[in-house]
């Protein structure tokens, strides 16, 4: 994990904080394929509710849980940060272990950490990155069923890469959004960063921002692959986002592709 050193919230050994209640950090990994994303639903398994379930197990209800971000169904993480708060007495080290024997085989906790009362897993973060993997190959991989998008045309991953550079900076992105009943707000976001390369048959996305709306990165791949089709210009990025509008990006791309890679504080 990578932290800003000017606005990390980790404690330190030699900080004082109080006993009666701590406030963790629990990194989890997991594979998304059987979950319905992250956050609680009714008569669907998500990744919090057997998270919860297993915490429960080790220390009772005495627990506050909060996610870093939504993720959708289907969608992997390969770094996916949890704020924990309680005061059980259990030590971080001990937890991990103890969450690692009761949760599912498809979710692993790979570190807890204690961390500053105000640190919040979400509202702390900087920003996110993440990565979307398509197998491009006429012949799909049946190790990757879930885990990519099976696309058989030609990508041009350089022409991709190219036209790609007009997602970064601060944009509105209200054309890379899928509108819901969720409450509309600021839909300005900071892209640090946007690539896309292949190894072998194996094409990857990657872009970081300060933050994502609803669906953003699955749009931005699904409008790259348009343009790859030719039913948009290598240079339409940036006339689509002018436009405000969601029906000139191009189409929601798959879940299974999409892992929320790296968080950083």
Same mark, same amino acid.
């Given at each position: 994990?990578?932290?800003?050193?000017?606005?990390?919230? *980790? *404690?330190t050994e030699n900080n004082n904080i109080d006993i009666a209640e701590k406030n963790l950090l629990v990194t989890i990994s997991y594979d998304g394929k059987n979950f319905h994303g992250w956050q609680i639903q009714r008569n669907a398994v998500t990744?919090?509710?057997?998270?919860?379930?297993?915490?429960s197990k080790i220390i009772g209800n005495d627990f506050d849980v909060k996610g870093c971000s939504r993720?959708?169904?289907?969608?992997?993480?390969?770094?996916?940060?949890?704020?924990?708060?309680?005061s059980h007495p259990i030590e971080p080290e001990r937890l991990k272990a103890a969450l690692n024997r009761w949760l599912p085989m498809s979710v692993v906790v790979l570190d807890c950490k204690r961390v500053a009362d105000d640190f919040h897993a979400r509202y702390s973060c900087v920003s996110k990155e993440y990565i979307y993997k398509i197998w491009n190959s006429e012949v799909r991989n049946p190790f990757l069923d879930g885990y990519a998008l099976h696309y058989?045309?030609? *990508?041009?991953?350089?022409?991709l890469n190219e036209a790609a550079q007009a997602y970064v900076g601060s944009h509105d992105y209200t054309s890379f959004c899928t509108l819901d009943n969720r409450e509309m707000g600021d839909m300005t976001r900071n892209v640090k960063a946007f690539s896309v390369v292949r190894n072998g048959d194996l094409v990857t996305m990657k872009v970081e921002a300060d933050g994502f709306l609803y669906n953003m990165v699955r749009i931005m791949v699904g409008t790259l692959l348009r343009i790859q089709q030719g039913k948009i210009p290598a240079d339409g990025i940036s006339e689509i986002i002018n436009k405000k509008d969601r029906k000139y990006a191009g189409p929601t791309a798959q879940a299974c592709g999409l892992y929320l890679n790296k968080v950083n504080y």
């Open positions: 994990m990578q932290y800003n050193d000017e606005k990390s919230n *980790i *404690i990744v919090q509710e057997v998270f919860q379930t297993a915490l993720t959708d169904s289907g969608v992997h993480a390969n770094m996916y940060c949890v704020s924990v708060r309680t058989r045309y030609k *990508i041009d991953e350089n022409m």
